[in-house]
């Protein structure tokens, strides 16, 4: 049968048996994160459509092209956010988080909406985890968040991961270096794309971040950045290069990188894998002083990134990453009969309270069906109820592993055998474990 309505191109279903790899990756970010004293804030889908204009930035592509916009009826322009850290900062600000002290430290897992052409690692609906820390100019901040988008990336075991830094200055350089780039496009400015021509005289730090070949062509040659910063803003980056060495966190310095959001100053950086096509940039952030201010709050420095979940989670495939796996069922209670179908429910609500993982038979189908399933799903152990069971008080426990069975009783002490039944099939299976290890090692 055809179905009549489809998923939106560019979005993703998650199926229920792949549901693990993305639990896995919220475990990781959000617990690295929390070990780094950040706390998680939550914020609305949709923000006023100004938010992200202010911020973002008018020129860039996500305003330009990507935004998805709704007017509901009435007068206000919403917009389903594009990114995180604009909410965020929104948010710190309406609910007074900015005036509790600095640093503050938050994080978020969320949906992002852009308006894309559509490839591997590029969707319409996107998730990122992501990270922000507002009130401290210092570049030890700055190593900070870089360390922990690196020990985030380490514990999900990706490879061969480049880090690239950059600076992009303070306002006071920046003015000065778009003046070279207007001298130095404006020479070629009829061969530029014609959203560049327009960008060149408001923006010309975003025709080095154009995706149009021939653009990227003519901008190789652009002056860079890093010989047009101001003293400070050197000796921040100096300073942020000495801590990330400190560290142990290996990086490249690239002059071109410029990131595609207006609100950045000073520090840049992506990390970056070749294993996954052209959308190689698995992480990108850096430093926003001025974002806060421009939102309406006190000049407060910031800074932060955003890591895409969907291209984390290919390269992870990619380079066959440990998954944590789905706990699997302890115990799945097969019933016959009526009478076995109310022990099943007394004893599932008695194990569930212990904390066992059991199910038992909800549609009413035979044992030998019910037995595929409980094989199907895993369960560990399966006991089969019927009249006689009832009756006598007893039933078999078969491990489903080895095949093997024991007798065990139905009425006071099931939840203490059971429970030594799980203890022994754990210490068999750490044994075989250890017993592996004592063998590889010959000893
Ligand atoms: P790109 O240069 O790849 O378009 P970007 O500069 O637009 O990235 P950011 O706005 O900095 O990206 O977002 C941070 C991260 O979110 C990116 O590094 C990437 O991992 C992820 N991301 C951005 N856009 C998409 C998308 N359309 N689909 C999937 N992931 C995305
Ligand atoms: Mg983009």
Same mark, same amino acid.
């Given at each position: 049968?055809?179905?009549?309505?489809?998923?939106?191109?560019?979005?993703?279903?998650?199926?229920?048996?792949?549901?693990?790899?993305?639990?896995?990756?919220?475990?990781?970010?959000?617990?690295?994160?929390?070990?780094?004293?950040?706390?998680?804030?939550?914020?609305?889908?949709?923000?006023?459509?100004?938010?992200?204009?202010?911020?973002?930035?008018?020129?860039?592509?996500?305003?330009?092209?990507?935004?998805?916009?709704?007017?509901?009826?009435?007068?206000?322009?919403?917009?389903?956010?594009?990114?995180?850290?604009?909410?965020?900062?929104?948010?710190?600000?309406?609910?007074?988080?900015?005036?509790?002290?600095?640093?503050?430290?938050?994080?978020?897992?969320?949906?992002?909406?852009?308006?894309?052409?559509?490839?591997?690692?590029?969707?319409?609906?996107?998730?990122?985890?992501?990270?922000?820390?507002?009130?401290?100019?210092?570049?030890?901040?700055?190593?900070?968040?870089?360390?922990?988008?690196?020990?985030?990336?380490?514990?999900?075991?990706?490879?061969?991961?480049?880090?690239?830094?950059?600076?992009?200055?303070?306002?006071?350089?920046?003015?000065?270096?778009?003046?070279?780039?207007?001298?130095?496009?404006?020479?070629?400015?009829?061969?530029?794309?014609?959203?560049?021509?327009?960008?060149?005289?408001?923006?010309?730090?975003?025709?080095?971040?154009?995706?149009?070949?021939?653009?990227?062509?003519?901008?190789?040659?652009?002056?860079?950045?890093?010989?047009?910063?101001?003293?400070?803003?050197?000796?921040?980056?100096?300073?942020?290069?000495?801590?990330?060495?400190?560290?142990?966190?290996?990086?490249?310095?690239?002059?071109?990188?410029?990131?595609?959001?207006?609100?950045?100053?000073?520090?840049?950086?992506?990390?970056?894998?070749?294993? @996954?096509? &052209?959308?190689?940039?698995?992480?990108?952030?850096?430093?926003?002083? #001025? /974002?806060?201010? %421009? =939102? *309406? !709050?006190?000049?407060?420095?910031?800074?932060?990134?955003?890591?895409?979940?969907?291209?984390?989670?290919?390269?992870?495939?990619?380079?066959?990453?440990?998954?944590?796996?789905?706990?699997?069922?302890?115990?799945?209670?097969?019933?016959?009969?009526?009478?076995?179908?109310?022990?099943?429910?007394?004893?599932?609500?008695?194990?569930?309270?212990?904390?066992?993982?059991?199910?038992?038979?909800?549609?009413?189908?035979?044992?030998?069906?019910?037995?595929?399933?409980?094989?199907?799903?895993?369960?560990?152990?399966?006991?089969?109820?019927?009249?006689?069971?009832?009756?006598?008080?007893?039933?078999?426990?078969?491990?489903?592993?080895?095949?093997?069975?024991?007798?065990?009783?139905?009425?006071?002490?099931? @939840?203490? &055998?059971?429970?030594?039944?799980?203890?022994?099939?754990?210490?068999? #299976? /750490?044994?075989? %474990? =250890? *017993? !592996?290890?004592?063998?590889?090692?010959?000893?």
């Amino acid at each position: 049968m055809a179905l009549s309505v489809k998923k939106p191109k560019g979005t993703a279903d998650v199926v229920p048996s792949k549901s693990y790899m993305w639990h896995t990756v919220e475990k990781i970010t959000s617990e690295t994160a929390q070990q780094f004293g950040f706390k998680e804030i939550r914020v609305p889908t949709f923000e006023d459509t100004g938010l992200f204009v202010r911020s973002v930035g008018e020129t860039t592509d996500v305003v330009q092209k990507e935004m998805y916009t709704v007017t509901a009826t009435g007068d206000s322009q919403f917009t389903l956010r594009p990114e995180g850290t604009a909410g965020v900062m929104r948010a710190m600000l309406e609910n007074g988080v900015v005036n509790e002290g600095f640093p503050q430290k938050v994080y978020y897992i969320l949906s992002c909406f852009r308006h894309e052409n559509v490839q591997a690692g590029r969707l319409r609906e996107f998730h990122q985890f992501g990270c922000e820390m507002v009130g401290t100019a210092s570049p030890r901040a700055d190593a900070e968040v870089i360390a922990l988008a690196k020990t985030v990336l380490d514990r999900v075991g990706l490879r061969n991961i480049e880090l690239n830094i950059n600076s992009i200055g303070c306002p006071e350089c920046r003015a000065k270096y778009h003046q070279a780039l207007k001298e130095y496009f404006s020479a070629r400015k009829d061969e530029l794309c014609h959203t560049c021509q327009e960008r060149l005289e408001k923006n010309p730090m975003r025709l080095l971040d154009c995706k149009s070949p021939e653009d990227q062509a003519i901008a190789k040659d652009a002056p860079l950045i890093l010989d047009y910063l101001c003293d400070d803003c050197k000796a921040h980056f100096e300073k942020l290069k000495e801590y990330l060495t400190e560290m142990g966190i290996q990086f490249t310095v690239n002059p071109r990188i410029v990131r595609g959001l207006d609100y950045y100053t000073r520090t840049v950086f992506e990390f970056i894998t070749t294993e @996954i096509g &052209a959308q190689g940039t698995v992480c990108g952030g850096g430093r926003y002083d #001025g /974002l806060i201010g %421009e =939102l *309406g !709050g006190a000049q407060t420095p910031a800074l932060g990134f955003g890591m895409g979940l969907e291209r984390l989670l290919l390269v992870m495939q990619k380079q066959e990453c440990d998954f944590i796996e789905d706990k699997k069922c302890d115990l799945y209670i097969a019933t016959m009969g009526e009478a076995a179908v109310r022990k099943a429910l007394s004893l599932t609500t008695a194990l569930r309270d212990e904390g066992f993982f059991v199910e038992y038979d909800l549609v009413e189908r035979g044992i030998k069906p019910q037995m595929k399933y409980a094989d199907k799903i895993g369960a560990r152990f399966v006991i089969v109820l019927g009249d006689n069971e009832i009756e006598s008080g007893s039933a078999k426990l078969k491990n489903m592993a080895t095949g093997e069975q024991k007798d065990i009783t139905l009425g006071e002490g099931f @939840i203490d &055998a059971f429970t030594q039944e799980m203890v022994n099939e754990m210490f068999s #299976g /750490l044994e075989d %474990e =250890l *017993g !592996g290890i004592v063998g590889k090692d010959g000893v």
